[in-house]
């Protein structure tokens, strides 16, 4: 988040997108305040998983279980953007998609997108060989 608001405050006149997961979001969801407060239009899209899938799915397949790395779609991050002044909205569907960031980038504030996704989805990995 932070890196989106220098983005924005450096380059004011370029449409600043930041994408991130629920679990990043998370840890910065509070710096929404300091782009309403200082009226700096950035485009949040958090793909939300459900999980810290960069946890999970390495328990999962080395161990056969997870702990502790379950989220939930039950949290509204879109609807904490709304109550710190941002603009927000909850896409299920992935039809719905185009539609969402079209009213993101038209509105003109800080807007965050939350597009729930499949928890089972892992992400690619690469191993260092150690």
């Given at each position: 988040?932070?890196?989106?608001?220098?983005?924005?405050?450096a380059?004011?006149?370029?449409?600043?997108?930041?994408?991130?997961?629920?679990?990043?979001?998370g840890?910065?969801?509070?710096?929404?305040?300091?782009?309403?407060?200082?009226?700096?239009?950035?485009?949040?899209?958090?793909?939300?998983?459900?999980?810290?899938?960069?946890?999970?799915?390495?328990?999962?397949?080395l161990?056969?279980?997870?702990?502790?790395?379950?989220?939930?779609?039950?949290?509204?991050?879109?609807?904490?953007?709304?109550?710190?002044?941002?603009?927000?909205?909850?896409?299920?569907?992935?039809?719905?998609?185009?539609?969402?960031?079209?009213?993101?980038?038209?509105?003109?504030?800080?807007?965050?997108v939350?597009?729930?996704?499949?928890?089972?989805?892992?992400?690619?990995?690469?191993?260092?060989?150690?």
């Amino acid at each position: 988040m932070g890196s989106a608001i220098a983005a924005r405050l450096a380059h004011p006149s370029s449409q600043i997108v930041l994408l991130l997961g629920d679990g990043a979001i998370g840890f910065s969801l509070i710096e929404i305040d300091s782009l309403v407060r200082h009226k700096l239009p950035v485009v949040m899209i958090v793909g939300n998983n459900s999980a810290w899938g960069l946890e999970k799915h390495p328990m999962q397949s080395l161990f056969g279980y997870d702990v502790a790395a379950d989220l939930g779609h039950q949290t509204r991050y879109d609807q904490v953007a709304i109550a710190l002044g941002a603009g927000g909205e909850f896409v299920t569907d992935p039809s719905k998609i185009g539609a969402a960031l079209d009213r993101a980038f038209a509105s003109g504030i800080p807007y965050l997108v939350n597009i729930a996704t499949d928890p089972a989805i892992a992400y690619p990995r690469t191993t260092t060989g150690i």
